[in-house]
């Protein structure tokens, strides 16, 4: 920061010298001047533009740029300037590249061992032995017949490594086509937004992102401001600059107290002109965004560290736990290399499953080989008693490459190759529905983990209301409306002055606007009260529009504004008859305390003494407070022409009055929420209200959302009641604290976006139950960033929310609503569901493959099912029954259950039941007909057939019923829980049942024309209908089993648990780290880097809300120390972070010099 500071004295001598100034360009600030600059607040800003350039308009003059007549529309001068202050454009994330994409999905455990598996096959197939038998090795019967099968044999491993590339692309394009769609909606947002700035004295729309440094921006209410600027000059400009700081109160910007503006904030109220000072990159949003990682070259410079620091990987985790004191550090220094934003739920109980499979197919496939291996050295060497030759020894070695290969196929026909498929297809096709549903998912993964959730924290204002305030309740002529009155209702005389209180008396810039989009809400412009009222004048069918006309704002003889002492407005207008009337609304419990007339219900005067006023209260105003209203009195006062008051004299003027009515105004309930609430609370799921309101508002929202019963055991606490709460004597937060708390927490008021981080966290890290809580939460303001990053699913609104909400999150809701909440988590559970569904298909087929094949290799020596039988069964079954099973819709029903969790196996023990029920059924036909089945049809038998002779009848029958078992079985398997109806619903779904008839099709093509190639030879009517039959017996026998009490079955085991957080032993973990090592070291990585840049943006934010008014610390003296630790980690990072941050933070800029 040094030289910056030296460089702006340097330029501090007359302006004359600017042009020996040896600035960028011939333009006299450089980059980093401004950037510093806009990094000042209030005062600070003021006296900096005041030392360095005089005034603004010396710093337009440095610009060469005219306060008045703006930039002239010069290409070159504007291309120029792009190059030297940066281009209006924040760069996204480089997009991966179809490539990386294939390289991230060929990480996956499963899809390793099947490219081992296939890779050895096809050496083994392409291994020819040397030497001719000779006699003198004794031809051994063993296994020669395959000949036929050699030619063959290099499809198998062929046919795998098809099987792996199939899925490699169906996952890259599927990530790849998201994120192109994802881009596509940005891109989109983006080319709409125009702004208007001032040209050649012209006034111009340009597209935002064609801003340039040294334009002269005209701001007015309603703007989302696209870059920095300094205000030359304004009308009562009232900025929101919640999205960046955090502060709900709306800043008032002036040119001699606080000018600056600063992009990716809201215009509240007023006009005015700015100058661009800073834009894309180096705007303050844009640092943000950076520190976000959404500028790409950090991000490899951050790899490029990571490769180097490994070690420095605990370190640079320790901001988020600093808090924790210090057992807590111990053991989440031994946790570092795990982090905490795991894989998904779903991701880990797979790859726990796969490896378990893996390992039975090892152990298979491993028994097969040594079998066969004793089998022949005993026939041979014991009871053939040859002696081993060494010129037989090729030979040898050719039978025992034979075996390896038996052994192989076994192991391949155990390895599930359909389960990445499924899962990606299951993802693929949820997400492409949950677009409809209103949900634009970001990361695949949140997608199932949404199934798994067990808390939603919400926010109240947009997600559970409206975000719109409306007059829902009213006191007009002596009746309590409980809705909207009709016009018809009200007398003429008071309908009118109400319409008049309220057209004229608010602000000018208040307005309600028709809607942008076919179906939406009319929009309202300016102060929030104010639409509301102005909504009830168009709610009784009158329009505010021509009486304000009728008054233009320069007619109007005195307004009192409304401040916060007052807690009222007054508006004075001319009557025509030369006299005056005073229209005053405001708080009412103030207002009605100057009211001493009231209108009755035909609209005249009746006398309101104190004893009515406390009638009132009890009768209208209280009940209206009850149910979370705010209560506002509108009220009027006449002033004959001769008896005109002195206009200061207030308390005099706004007395006296005249009440025409009493409003309740709230921010409704989204009609759709309670019920959606209801349903989460029935799946198991508790919704928590976490907002910036005052806790009665908040406690009656959560009430009418059905948040909070009546008679349940809750809080409801302020933010800082909840601090005070979970943090001990030093200001630390604990997490045994915590954990008293948020069981029972329901709502928290008044809490800031550090608050909601901490609860999230807390909720995260609880060991309290019996598993670990699955947090989501909804944001929609920048400062909301660092909780949607933590929590395990973070929902963005889409229309209320910020970009930098927008990145951090793993959902955008494109509704805003939280119905769409619910929707998430019903097509999560489906995903979990349709994979549970195809696992108990898919290891029905596995079980029964494998023992068929081990059985068969070691009893006859040869696989009754072929190898490219075996490849049609697996390749085809397990791709389409992953299409079909994948692609079932969800049901209501989905909601009717608690969420599994982390450690609930993806095999229950029904399943179980059902995979050993349907595969002894199979096992016992396959064996049937392999040993008896010969004389059962009247055929030839198939076993021991000699070399090449043509596919037999018998074997063919076995192929045949085997795949017709199976696809009756996919019908058995739409149904996981035991279900008895296994047919309920199967029109829904067309996918399954064109899938099922077309592989029926394809097996009759099969087995009649398949000839050689399959092993077949055509089957006669009689035969085919004995398949079909034995086939549709597997329908019967899924309701013998499902007759079956699960719970007598104590001895079934269930697999897939997900990876328990204390289960895993020392040895376990060891043993699991060298399985899964590649993938997860990867995926660490990636988690490390998160971490960092979560870390940067927290930190960020803290030092934002820190510096947001250089004025005032004392809110952030607590946070400082934390603060100021991070400050002294992110220092140690060599990216350009530290240097904003000391910047921002004065008091800590020695320190990060050094």
Known sequence: MGDVANSSIEFHPKPQQQREAPHAGG???????????????????????????????????????????????????????????????????????????????????????????????????????????????????????????????????????????CVVLVTAFNDWSKEKQFRGL???????????????????????????????????????????????????????ESSLTGESDHVRKSADKDPMLLSGTHVMEGSGRMVVTAVGVNSQTGIIFTLLGAGGEEEEKKEKKAKKQDGAVAMEMQPLKSAEGGEMEEREKKKANVPKKEKSVLQGKLTKLAVQIGKAGLVMSAITVIILVLYFVIETFVVGGRAWLAECTPVYVQYFVKFFIIGVTVLVVAVPEGL???????????????????????????????????????????????????VVQSYLGDTHYKEVPAPSALTPKILDLLVHAISINSAYTTKILPPEKEGALPRQVGN????????????????????????????????????????????VIRMPDGGFRLFSKGASEILLKKCTNILNSNGELRSFRPRDRDDMVKKVIEPMACDGLRTICIAYRDFSAAQEPDWDNENEVVGDLTCIAVVGIEDPVRPEVPEAIRKCQRAGITVRMVT????????????????????????CLEGKEFNRRIRNEKGEIEQERLDKVWPKLRVLARSSPTDKHTLVKGIIDSNTGEQRQVVAVTGDGTNDGPALKKADVGFA???????????????????????????????????????????????????????????????????????????????????????????????ESLLLRKPYGR??????????????????????????????????????????????????????????????????????????????????????????????????AIQIVIVQFGGKP?????????????????????????????????????????????????????????????????????????????????????????????????????????????????????????????????????????????
């Open 420 to 470: 990445p498929l499924a899962v990606t297809i299951s993802l693929a096709y949820s997400v492409k529905k949950m677009m409809r549903d209103n949900n634009l998912v970001r990361h695949l993964d949140a997608c199932e983990t949404m199934g798994n959730a067990t808390a939603i924290c919400s926010d109240k204002t947009g997600t559970l209301t409206t975000n719109r305030m409306t």
């Open 692 to 715: 910036g309101d005052n806790i009665n508002t908040a406690r009656a929202i959560a009430a009418k959302c059905g948040i909070i019963q009546p008679g349940e055991d809750f809080l």
């Open 186 to 240: 940005q891109s989109r947002i983006e080319q709409e937004q125009k702004f208007t700035v001032i040209r050649n004295g012209q006034l111009l729309q340009v597209p935002v992102a064609a801003l340039v440094v040294g334009d002269i921006a005209q701001v007015k209410y309603g703007d989302l401001l696209p870059a920095d600027g300094v205000l030359i000059q304004g009308n009562d400009l009232k900025i929101d």
């Open 797 to 891: 609104m889409g229309i209320a929310g910020t970009d930098v909400a927008k990145e951090a999150s793993d959902i955008i809701l494109t509704d805003d609503n939280f119905t769409s909440i619910v929707k998430a988590v019903m097509w999560g559970r489906n995903v979990y569901d349709s994979i549970s569904k195809f696992l108990q298909f898919q290891l029905t087929v596995n079980v029964v493959a494998v023992i068929v094949a081990f059985t068969g290799a070691c009893i006859t020596q040869d696989s009754p099912l072929k190898a490219v039988q075996m490849l049609w069964v697996n390749l085809i079954m397990d791709t389409f029954a992953s299409l079909a099973l994948a692609t079932e819709p969800p049901t």
């Open 903 to 1000: 450690d609930k196996p993806l095999i229950s023990r029904t399943m179980m039941k059902s995979i050993l029920g349907h595969a002894v059924y199979q096992l016992t036909i396959i064996f049937t007909l392999l040993f008896v089945g010969e004389l059962f049809f009247d055929i030839d038998s198939g076993r021991n057939a000699p070399l090449h002779s043509p596919p037999s009848e018998h074997y063919t029958i076995i192929f045949n019923t085997f795949v017709m078992m199976q696809l009756f079985n996919e019908i058995n398997a739409r149904k996981i829980h035991g279900e008895r109806n296994v047919f309920h619903g199967i029109f829904s779904n067309p996918i399954f049942c064109t899938i099922v008839l077309g592989t029926f």
């Open 27 to 165: 333009f006299g600030c450089t980059l980093a001047e401004l950037r510093s600059l806009m990094e000042l607040r209030g005062a600070e800003a003021l006296q900096k533009v005041q030392e360095t350039y005089g005034d603004v308009g010396g710093l337009c003059r440095r610009l060469k740029t005219s306060p008045t007549e703006g930039l002239a529309d010069n290409a070159n001068d504007l291309e120029k300037r792009r190059q030297i202050y940066g281009q209006n454009f924040i760069p996204p994330k480089q997009p991966k590249t179809f490539l990386q994409l294939v390289w991230e999905a060929l990480q996956d455990v499963t899809l390793i061992i099947l490219e081992v598996a296939a890779i050895v096959s096809l050496g083994l197939s392409f291994y020819a032995p040397p030497g001719e038998e000779s006699e003198a090795c004794g031809n051994v019967s063993a296994g020669a017949e395959d000949e036929g099968e050699a030619e063959a044999g290099w499809i198998e491993g062929a046919a795998i490594l098809l099987s792996v590339i």
């Open 1014 to 1154: 399959f092993s077949c030879s055509p089957l006669s009517t009689e035969q085919w209908l004995w398949c079909l039959f034995v086939g549709v017996g597997e329908l019967v026998w899924g309701q013998v089993i499902a007759t079956i009490p699960t719970s007598q079955l104590k001895c079934l085991k269930e697999a897939g648990h997900g990876p328990g957080k204390d289960e895993m032993t020392d040895e376990e973990l060891a043993e699991g780290e060298e399985e899964i090592d590649h993938a997860e070291r990867e995926l660490r990585r990636g988690q490390i880097l998160w971490f960092r840049g979560l870390n940067r943006i927290q930190t960020q934010m803290e030092v934002v809300s820190t510096f947001k008014r250089s004025g005032s610390f004392q809110g952030a003296v607590r946070r400082r120390s934390s603060v100021l630790s991070q400050l002294h980690d992110v220092t140690n990072l060599s990216t350009p972070t530290h240097l904003i941050l000391s910047a921002a933070n004065p008091t800590s800029a020695a320190g990060s010099e050094s």
């Open 528 to 571: 929030k009260t104010e639409c509301a009222l102005l909504g009830f004048v168009l709610d009784l069918k009158q329009d505010f529009q021509p009486v304000r006309e009728q008054i233009p704002e320069d007619k109007l003889y005195k307004v009192y504004t409304f401040n916060s002492v007052r807690k009222s407005m007054s508006t």
